[in-house]
């Protein structure tokens, strides 16, 4: 599992195996549009900048992304997550997503988070938790400074270090389009973009669906396409299968060129980090202390709340 990023696509490189049991007991899915209702009770939410999100620079400037604390019943549909089972683990995680993530666009709209990077995910996960345990209950990790002391790092989003745009990638963002453009040798003009939360959904739906009816997926044509789908937060299970066809009629040169640059392109949480008291800066790698479920499950409840 990719500690940092949950990424579905490395997931479903180990895992293939897993899907068949996984389908049948799949949770259905709520169609949803890129825009929600700007009715939505906007005072439960709270309002921060974009830039502070591992993907920032990719969203409309001045966008803003909304929050709230998520609620008893959603804790209880979450705390019934299968760990060992990476779908569920990501479904549950977009379902507390869903209800208490919101972007808000300079024009005032109000995209879903569908229209979430897919590599925000868990920071907007921890940012959720850190409004919904306020009392306490922070999970926390430790690591031994250079100069002996064990130094705890609490999972708080000020804790967090994110990847930097790798530097060959950095001239060709474009401020006006928020997204990578590339202009080849060959004469064609790529844009590029990290994915978001809806493209990777439909992506892994197809997955599904080609490994249930055992076709093996072109594996370089799910770690490329998506990054391709700039301005779009969903994708029909015929547009990829047409994406396919013109991804196999790419030339090698350009091919070879697109495999690079989504190498890149690696966003997200990359590790922990605290000052120490020595005035040292300490560095972990991200993880999640008692698993994946411990984000909204307090793992020591029974002793955490009982009355002696």
């Known amino acids: 599992m990719d500690k940092e990023n949950l990424n579905e696509e490395e997931y479903l490189k180990k895992h293939l195996s897993s899907i068949d ?5 799949e949770v259905q ?10 009715l ?8 921060y900048n974009v830039d502070e999100l591992p993907c920032g620079i990719f969203y409309p400037k001045g966008s803003k992304f909304m929050i709230r604390a998520a609620s008893v019943k959603e804790i209880q549909a979450y705390s019934m997550v299968d760990e060992s089972n990476f779908y569920d683990v990501i479904e549950k995680i977009n379902n507390i997503l869903q209800n ?26 921890f940012c959720i938790r850190e409004l919904t345990f306020q009392a306490g209950n922070n999970l926390s990790v430790s690591h031994k400074c250079s100069c002996g002391e064990e130094v705890n790092i609490p999972l708080l989003r000020h804790n967090f270090k994110f990847y930097d745009i790798n530097p060959k990638l950095e001239k060709y963002f474009s401020a006006s389009t928020r997204s990578f453009i590339f202009n080849l040798k060959s004469g064609h003009t790529y844009e590029m973009t990290p994915p978001n939360i809806g493209i990777q959904r439909a992506f892994t739906d197809y997955i599904l669906k080609e490994t249930n009816e055992k076709r093996p997926p072109n594996m370089a044509f799910l770690k490329i396409i998506p990054f391709m789908l700039v301005g779009s937060n969903s994708i029909s299970y015929e547009g990829i ?19 690079s640059a989504v190498s890149m392109m690696t966003f997200g949480i990359s590790e922990l980090k605290k000052t120490c008291g020595c005035g ?3 560095h972990t790698e991200m993880q999640f202390p008692n698993g994946v479920s411990a984000i909204f499950v307090i793992h020591d409840a029974f002793d955490t709340f009982i009355k002696e």
């Open 280 to 282: 040292e800066e300490v």
């Open 21 to 25: 049991n996984q389908k049948n007991n």
């Open 29 to 38: 899915k709520t169609e949803s549009t890129s825009k929600v209702n700007t």
């Open 40 to 47: 939505t009770k906007d005072l439960e939410f709270f309002h």
């Open 241 to 259: 299968q047409a994406k396919l066809k013109e991804f196999e009629k790419l030339s090698n040169d350009d091919f070879q060129f697109l495999n």
């Open 100 to 125: 208490c993530a919101r972007i808000k666009y300079p024009d005032g709209s109000v995209g879903s988070y569908l229209d979430i990077k897919d590599q925000d995910r868990i920071y907007l996960i």
